[in-house]
């Protein structure tokens, strides 16, 4: 599965952006996906997840209620929603897939394909 993460840019603080993911190689319709996010010298952390069924999600404490996780498996992507952001937000944001379906992560670790991100700047 190769994974395309696409959506990032340059916003105001309070402005929105919606970042996607888009599987290809196979379908991912069995995987749970993951969001996270790096800024340089800072480990990588955990955005926000969803089950391959999408009838779970996961969202960090940090970005709960300002972002919203969802998938369309018919068109392979997995959405990100970002709303309400904050200078603090910005990262390069990575999708990641979890073959393994045995249960939500937020464990990078747990993610066995990786997009490759895409840079998101929150200005003040």
């Known amino acids: 599965v190769q994974l395309q993460a696409s959506g990032g840019g340059l916003v105001q603080a309070g402005g929105s952006l919606r970042l996607s993911c888009v599987a290809s190689?196979?379908?991912?319709?069995?995987?749970?996906v993951g969001w996270f996010r790096q800024v340089p010298g800072k480990e990588r952390e955990f955005v926000a997840a969803?089950?391959?069924?999408?009838?779970?999600?996961d969202y960090a404490d940090s970005v709960k209620d300002r972002f919203t996780i969802s998938r369309d498996n018919a068109k392979n992507t997995v959405y990100l929603q970002m709303n309400s952001l904050k200078p603090e937000d910005t990262a390069v944001y990575y999708c990641a897939a979890d073959r393994s379906g045995w249960y939500l992560s937020r464990r990078s670790a747990q993610y066995d394909y990786w997009g490759q991100g895409t840079l998101v700047t929150v200005s003040s």
């Open positions: 190689g196979r379908t991912f319709s069995g995987y749970d």
């Open positions: 969803i089950r391959w069924n999408g009838g779970n999600t």
